[in-house]
C-alpha cells in the first residue's frame, strides 16, 4: 500500500500573503522546501550558504506572524536574506544571484518593497528598525519595526547605541537576536522554551510593567530589592539583565529552529502593549545541509557546488591572492621586527591575518566588527612604539573615518593600514567596493598613500610600511589574485613617494596608479600599433606625488592619461591640481583623468565592471585619440 505523495507547498508560496493563508502544522514542510530550493540556487550561483541554512524557519515564521511588508524587517548585513527573498516575490530569479543584472546578494530597497532598508555592512538594524518605528509612531500609522541581527553584529557599538535610544518607540520595536554561536546562550530545552512563551506573554508582561511601576511608588530600600529579585530571576532563567537595563524586554533563548516554539513567541509579542522587545534566538548555521553543518565555516560563502556531494568548483590554478602575499609578506616583515602587530576587525581569513596569527598569536588581533576601535587601538599601539598594521577591507575602513582623521593622521602616528578590497570587487557590488580610499586618505595632511600594480610590488611596499616611521601609511591592493609575477627574493625599501618607468615612448604617457598597470600597458602595445609612441609610468603613490616625474611626462608627450581604480577626487585631481598649481596648464597640455565614474555600479564579473567604468585598455586608447583628434587617416602624421 503506497502512502499518499506529499502536495509541494513552496509552489503555493510567491509572497507573505500566501504564507499567512498556510496552518501552523503545514509550516515544517514549507521551510523543508525553502531550505533545499536555497540550496539548489546557491549551488547554481554562489554566494552567502550557512547563514541562509540558519535562518530559514526564522524567516518563515517572521512572514507568518508578522504584518509584512507593512511591518518593516530590517536584516542586518543582509547575507541571510536568500530565503527571505526565495518567498517575497523573487523565486524565479533566485539563480541569478550577484550576476550582472540579476539579484543583489543583500538586501536592496529597489528590488523589493519587502527590502526596506538596504544592508551589506554590520551592525545597522536596529538603528534603521528603530527609525521605521518612530516614523509609524509619529505619523499614527500601525507597523512595527522588526530587527534580526547576528551575535556577531552585536559586537559592534552601533548595536548599541540604537538600543540605548530605543525605548521611545515602545512596542513599535522588536529586535530579533540571531545567536548561531551559542557563544551566550544557555542550553535551550523544552524548560526554556516554556518560560519563553510565558515571559512574552500579554499577562507577564503586563504583571512586569505594573510591578515596575508600582515599585516606584515604595520606599527606596523595598523598591531596589524588588529590582535585584526580579533581575536575579530573569538573570537565573535567561541572561536578560543586559538588555533590559538597555530598556528592553528580554525573551529567551528559544530553539530558532523549532515553529512549534517560534510562532507562539512571536505572536505574544506582536501582540504586547509593552516594548521594545528582545527576542534571543538561537540556530545552527549551514542547518539541514550536512556539507555545511560539517565545514568549520559552515559554508559561510561558497563557489558553486554540486549539491549532491557540496564539493564547490575549485578555479583553476594560478597566481596567489592579493591577501595571502600580504599575510606572508608581513609574516617575513615580523621576523625582522618584534615590534610589528597586526590587527583586524573580524575578517581575518580575508585580510590575510590568519596567517599572521598561526605565526605569532600573540601579536595577532581580532577585534570584531569593530573598526572604528581597530583603528584608534592601532593609534595607541604606534603612540607606545609598536608597528600596527591595521588590515581592513576599503569599504569597511569607511566606518572608521573620523578615527583615521583625529587620532592617527592629526596626531601623525606611524600607523600603517592595510587596505584590502581596493577597487571594483565584482559579486559583492557597491556596497562592498573600495572606491573611495584614495579619495578619502590621500585629502589628509601626513598621510603617505601606496597602490601596488602587482603582488611583487605589494610585497616591497609592505617592507617600506614596515619601515615607515614617520607618519600613517597606507598599501592598497584588490581582491582576487594575483598577476602571475615573480615574488622577489628579497623586498625592496622603496623611496617614498617615487614612480618608476615601465615602458618608454615620446608622443603619449600614461601614468598608472595601482593594478590597472596591465590594461595600461595593453593600450600601450595597440597605440604603439597605429603609430603612437607610448610611455608608461607606474606611479606607485598617490600621496605624495612624484612631482619630479610628472612634470617629466607631462611636458615631454603631447597627452597624457591618468588611470586609477578609485573615484573623483584622487590620484587624477591630485595630478590636475599640481598642473594647475606650478602652470602646466597654462602651457596647453592634453590631460585626461580616467577614474571611476560617478555612480554606485552593480555587481557584475569585474572585467565588466571595469569595461564599463572605462578602465580598461580600450577606454584608455580611445581616451588618448580623441585628446590627438587622431583617425586612421592621419597615420602618417602621427608617426612623424
Same mark, same amino acid.
Given at each position: 500500500?503506497?502512502?499518499?505523495?506529499?502536495?509541494p507547498?513552496?509552489?503555493?508560496?510567491?509572497?507573505?500573503?500566501?504564507?499567512?493563508?498556510?496552518? %501552523?502544522?503545514?509550516l515544517?514542510?514549507?521551510?523543508?522546501?525553502?531550505?533545499?530550493?536555497?540550496?539548489?540556487?546557491?549551488?547554481?550561483?554562489?554566494g552567502?550558504?550557512?547563514?541562509?541554512?540558519?535562518?530559514?524557519?526564522?524567516?518563515?515564521?517572521?512572514?507568518?506572524?508578522?504584518?509584512?511588508?507593512?511591518? *518593516?524587517?530590517?536584516?542586518?548585513?543582509?547575507?541571510?536574506?536568500?530565503?527571505?527573498?526565495?518567498?517575497?516575490?523573487? *523565486?524565479?530569479?533566485?539563480?541569478?544571484?550577484?550576476?550582472?543584472?540579476?539579484?543583489?546578494?543583500?538586501?536592496?530597497?529597489?528590488?523589493?518593497?519587502?527590502?526596506p532598508?538596504g544592508?551589506?555592512?554590520?551592525?545597522? /538594524?536596529?538603528s534603521?528598525a528603530l527609525?521605521?518605528?518612530?516614523?509609524n509612531?509619529?505619523?499614527?500609522t500601525p507597523?512595527?519595526?522588526?530587527?534580526?541581527?547576528?551575535?556577531g553584529?552585536?559586537?559592534?557599538?552601533?548595536?548599541?547605541?540604537?538600543?540605548?535610544?530605543?525605548?521611545?518607540?515602545?512596542?513599535?520595536?522588536?529586535?530579533?537576536?540571531n545567536?548561531?554561536?551559542?557563544?551566550?546562550?544557555?542550553?535551550?530545552?523544552?524548560l526554556?522554551?516554556?518560560?519563553?512563551?510565558i515571559? /512574552?506573554?500579554?499577562?507577564?508582561?503586563?504583571?512586569?510593567?505594573? $510591578?515596575?511601576?508600582m515599585?516606584?511608588?515604595?520606599?527606596?530600600?523595598?523598591?531596589?530589592?524588588?529590582?535585584?529579585?526580579? =533581575?536575579?530571576?530573569?538573570?537565573?532563567?535567561m541572561?536578560?539583565?543586559?538588555?533590559?537595563?538597555?530598556?528592553?524586554?528580554?525573551?529567551?533563548?528559544?530553539?530558532?529552529?523549532?515553529?512549534?516554539?517560534?510562532?507562539?513567541?512571536?505572536?505574544?509579542?506582536?501582540d504586547?502593549?509593552?516594548?521594545?522587545?528582545?527576542?534571543?534566538?538561537?540556530?545552527?548555521?549551514?542547518?539541514?545541509? $550536512?556539507?555545511?553543518?560539517?565545514?568549520?565555516?559552515?559554508?559561510?560563502?561558497?563557489?558553486?557546488?554540486?549539491?549532491?556531494s557540496?564539493?564547490?568548483?575549485?578555479?583553476?590554478?594560478?597566481?596567489?591572492?592579493?591577501?595571502n602575499? +600580504?599575510?606572508?609578506?608581513?609574516? =617575513?616583515? $615580523?621576523?625582522r621586527?618584534?615590534?610589528i602587530?597586526a590587527?583586524?576587525?573580524?575578517?581575518? @581569513?580575508g585580510?590575510?591575518v590568519? *596567517?599572521?596569527?598561526k605565526?605569532?598569536? #600573540?601579536? /595577532?588581533?581580532?577585534?570584531?566588527?569593530?573598526?572604528?576601535?581597530?583603528?584608534?587601538?592601532?593609534?595607541?599601539? $604606534? !603612540?607606545?612604539?609598536?608597528? %600596527?598594521?591595521?588590515?581592513?577591507y576599503?569599504?569597511f575602513?569607511?566606518?572608521?573615518?573620523?578615527?583615521?582623521v583625529?587620532?592617527?593622521?592629526?596626531?601623525?602616528?606611524?600607523?600603517?593600514?592595510?587596505? #584590502?578590497?581596493?577597487?571594483?570587487?565584482?559579486?559583492?557590488?557597491c556596497?562592498?567596493?573600495?572606491?573611495?580610499d584614495?579619495?578619502?586618505?590621500?585629502?589628509?595632511?601626513?598621510f603617505?598613500?601606496?597602490?601596488a600594480?602587482?603582488?611583487?610590488?605589494?610585497?616591497?611596499?609592505?617592507?617600506?610600511?614596515?619601515?615607515?616611521?614617520?607618519?600613517?601609511?597606507?598599501?592598497?591592493?584588490?581582491?582576487?589574485?594575483?598577476?602571475?609575477? !615573480?615574488l622577489?627574493?628579497?623586498?625592496?625599501?622603496?623611496?617614498?613617494?617615487?614612480?618608476?618607468?615601465?615602458?618608454?615612448?615620446?608622443?603619449?604617457?600614461?601614468?598608472s596608479?595601482?593594478?590597472?598597470?596591465?590594461?595600461?600597458?595593453?593600450?600601450a602595445?595597440?597605440?604603439?600599433a597605429?603609430?603612437? /609612441?607610448?610611455? &608608461?609610468?607606474?606611479?606607485r +603613490?598617490?600621496?605624495?606625488?612624484?612631482?619630479?616625474?610628472?612634470?617629466?611626462?607631462?611636458?615631454?608627450?603631447?597627452v597624457? &592619461?591618468?588611470?586609477?581604480?578609485?573615484?573623483?577626487?584622487?590620484?587624477?585631481?591630485?595630478?590636475l591640481?599640481? !598642473?594647475?598649481?606650478?602652470?602646466?596648464?597654462?602651457?596647453?597640455?592634453k590631460?585626461?583623468?580616467?577614474?571611476?565614474?560617478?555612480?554606485?555600479?552593480d555587481?557584475?564579473?569585474?572585467?565588466?565592471?571595469?569595461?564599463?567604468?572605462?578602465?580598461?585598455?580600450?577606454?584608455?586608447?580611445? @581616451?588618448?585619440?580623441?585628446?590627438?583628434?587622431?583617425?586612421?587617416?592621419?597615420v602618417?602624421?602621427?608617426?612623424?
Open positions: 500500500m503506497s502512502s499518499n505523495p506529499v502536495t507547498l513552496l509552489d503555493q508560496v510567491q509572497f507573505p500573503a500566501d504564507l499567512r493563508k498556510l496552518t %501552523p502544522d503545514q515544517p514542510q514549507l521551510a523543508d522546501e525553502l531550505r533545499q530550493e536555497m540550496i539548489s540556487a546557491v549551488g547554481v550561483t554562489g552567502h550558504l550557512g547563514s541562509g541554512l540558519g535562518v530559514v524557519e526564522l524567516t518563515v515564521a517572521i512572514h507568518y506572524v508578522f504584518d509584512t511588508p507593512a511591518d *518593516r524587517l530590517v536584516w542586518d548585513v543582509g547575507h541571510q536574506c536568500y530565503p527571505h527573498k526565495i518567498i517575497t516575490g523573487r *523565486r524565479d530569479r533566485i539563480r541569478t544571484l550577484r550576476t550582472g543584472g540579476g539579484l543583489s546578494g543583500f538586501t536592496k530597497r529597489t528590488e523589493s518593497e519587502y527590502d532598508f544592508a551589506a555592512h554590520s551592525s545597522t /538594524s536596529i534603521a527609525g521605521f518605528a518612530i516614523a509612531k509619529l505619523e499614527g507597523g512595527k519595526g522588526i530587527a534580526v541581527i547576528g551575535d553584529s552585536m559586537s559592534a557599538g552601533m548595536a548599541y547605541e540604537a538600543m540605548n535610544n530605543a525605548e521611545q518607540a515602545g512596542n513599535r520595536l522588536v529586535v530579533i537576536l545567536d548561531n554561536d551559542m557563544s551566550i546562550a544557555p542550553p535551550v530545552g523544552g526554556s522554551a516554556y518560560l519563553s512563551r515571559v /512574552s506573554s500579554r499577562e507577564f508582561l503586563g504583571l512586569r510593567d505594573l $510591578a515596575k511601576k515599585a516606584r511608588r515604595l520606599p527606596k530600600p523595598i523598591a531596589e530589592g524588588l529590582k535585584k529579585t526580579d =533581575e536575579f530571576a530573569r538573570g537565573m532563567a541572561g536578560g539583565t543586559l538588555f533590559e537595563e538597555l530598556g528592553f524586554y528580554y525573551v529567551g533563548p528559544i530553539d530558532g529552529h523549532n515553529l512549534e516554539q517560534l510562532i507562539p513567541v512571536l505572536e505574544n509579542v506582536r504586547a502593549e509593552q516594548g521594545p522587545i528582545l527576542i534571543h534566538v538561537v540556530t545552527k548555521k549551514g542547518k539541514g545541509y $550536512a556539507p555545511a553543518e560539517a565545514a568549520a565555516d559552515k559554508y559561510h560563502g561558497v563557489q558553486k557546488f554540486d549539491v549532491i557540496g564539493v564547490q568548483a575549485k578555479a583553476p590554478p594560478g597566481p596567489p591572492a592579493y591577501q602575499v +600580504f599575510g606572508d609578506a608581513l609574516i =617575513e616583515e $615580523a621576523k621586527d618584534p615590534k602587530v590587527i583586524t576587525a573580524a575578517m581575518p @581569513s585580510t590575510g590568519d *596567517r599572521f596569527a605565526a605569532f598569536p #600573540d601579536r /595577532s588581533f581580532d577585534v570584531g566588527i569593530a573598526e572604528q576601535h581597530a583603528v584608534t587601538f592601532a593609534a595607541g599601539l $604606534a !603612540a607606545q612604539g609598536m608597528r %600596527p598594521f591595521c588590515a581592513i576599503s569599504t575602513l569607511q566606518r572608521a573615518y573620523d578615527q583615521v583625529h587620532d592617527v593622521a592629526i596626531q601623525n602616528l606611524p600607523v600603517r593600514f592595510a587596505i #584590502d578590497r581596493a577597487g571594483l570587487v565584482g559579486a559583492d557590488g556596497t562592498h567596493a573600495g572606491s573611495f584614495v579619495t578619502y586618505l590621500a585629502t589628509l595632511p601626513n603617505v598613500v601606496m597602490a600594480a602587482d603582488e611583487a610590488e605589494l610585497v616591497h611596499m609592505v617592507h617600506t610600511a614596515a619601515l615607515y616611521d614617520d607618519g600613517p601609511i597606507a598599501v592598497r591592493y584588490p581582491r582576487g589574485n594575483g598577476t602571475g609575477v !615573480a622577489p627574493a628579497v623586498a625592496e625599501r622603496l623611496e617614498i613617494g617615487k614612480g618608476r618607468i615601465v615602458r618608454h615612448g615620446h608622443k603619449v604617457a600614461i601614468l596608479l595601482g593594478t590597472r598597470l596591465a590594461e595600461a600597458l595593453k593600450a602595445d595597440a597605440l604603439e597605429k603609430g603612437l /609612441s607610448t610611455t &608608461v609610468a607606474d606611479l +603613490f598617490a600621496k605624495p606625488l612624484d612631482e619630479a616625474l610628472i612634470r617629466k611626462l607631462l611636458t615631454t608627450h603631447e597624457a &592619461v591618468t588611470i586609477e581604480e578609485g573615484a573623483v577626487g584622487g590620484l587624477g585631481a591630485h595630478v591640481t599640481f !598642473a594647475s598649481d606650478t602652470g602646466l596648464i597654462d602651457a596647453g597640455l590631460l585626461r583623468t580616467l577614474r571611476l565614474p560617478d555612480i554606485f555600479q555587481h557584475d564579473k569585474p572585467e565588466k565592471q571595469y569595461a564599463e567604468a572605462g578602465l580598461d585598455a580600450d577606454a584608455i586608447i580611445d @581616451s588618448v585619440l580623441k585628446a590627438l583628434r587622431w583617425n586612421e587617416g592621419a602618417g602624421e602621427a608617426r612623424a
